[in-house]
């Protein structure tokens, strides 16, 4: 059976990153239903300008629609899938689970990063992607090797998100703690969290996911 990980944490905790790094050591494919948001933002759909508001407010958008994109993108099949930012209420996961079941796949590791709040907001102020290939960077802690250009595909679209100020991440640790940390207790009865510091050097953390999926194959 293929491996489907969960990536669990607040904004800024690293998921995105680690996610690349399990795409590019594991062949895994991510599927983030932010960056789907954003996409559908850019490419000026319905949708895409309905939920711009919410998403800049720094609320969580409404499940259905994330529920709807993560749906389209299982039906396409594939083999193992990382999902990132997803879920992030308790109905999520209970779709999730759901759709994995019609599948006939599983989840087999939910990793939870721990960070503590005071990082997070160094960490999202910090944050600029490339437009390009999407290669996460942060101006202290993982600047790019040459200014102004990506050192992955040499694309000098460096992007910050609008969500990215200190304002809307307030709501959205609000909304963290209020409607998404509940998964931790979720996936904990169910026996398959993990929890992983999220503090460590971006290897290390690195080093602790794969340790964790590498003990669940033994
Ligand atoms: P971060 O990387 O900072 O955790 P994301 O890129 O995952 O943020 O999400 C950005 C925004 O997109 C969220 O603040 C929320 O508005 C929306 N969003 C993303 N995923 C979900 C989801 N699973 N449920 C509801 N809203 C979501
Ligand atoms: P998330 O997807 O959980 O919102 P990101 O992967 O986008 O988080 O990371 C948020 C910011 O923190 C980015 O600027 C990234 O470069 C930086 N970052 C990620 N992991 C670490 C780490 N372990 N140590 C220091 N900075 C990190
Ligand atoms: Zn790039």
Do not use: W
């Not at 300008?49 to 299982?74: F, H």
């Amino acid at each position: 059976m293929a491996t489907n990980i969960i990536l669990l944490g607040p904004p800024g905790a690293g998921k995105g990153t680690q996610a690349r790094r399990l795409i590019e050591e594991r062949g895994l494919v991510q599927l983030s239903t932010g960056d789907m948001l954003r996409e559908a933002r850019s490419s000026g759909t319905e949708m895409g300008q309905r939920v711009a508001k919410v998403m800049d407010r720094g609320e969580l958008v409404t499940d259905e629609i994330v529920i709807g994109l993560i749906k389209e993108k299982l039906e396409q099949g594939g083999k193992g899938f990382i999902f990132d930012g997803f879920p992030r209420t308790l109905a999520q996961a209970d779709a999730l689970e759901d759709l994995m079941k019609e599948e006939g796949q599983e989840i087999g590791a939910v990793i939870e990063m721990r960070v503590d709040d005071a990082a997070l907001v160094s960490r999202i102020s910090g944050r600029f992607t490339c437009g390009n290939c999407g290669e996460v960077y942060h101006d202290v802690t993982k600047p790019t090797k040459v200014e102004g250009s990506c050192d992955v595909c040499g694309s000098t679209d460096l992007r910050r998100r609008a969500d990215d100020n200190e304002e809307s991440l307030k709501t959205r640790l609000m909304e963290y703690y209020k409607k998404t940390s509940p998964l931790i207790g979720y996936y904990y009865a169910k026996g398959n969290l993990h929890p992983v510091d999220g503090l460590a050097e971006i290897d290390a953390v690195a080093g602790a996911v794969a340790a964790v999926l590498d003990e669940g194959k033994a």
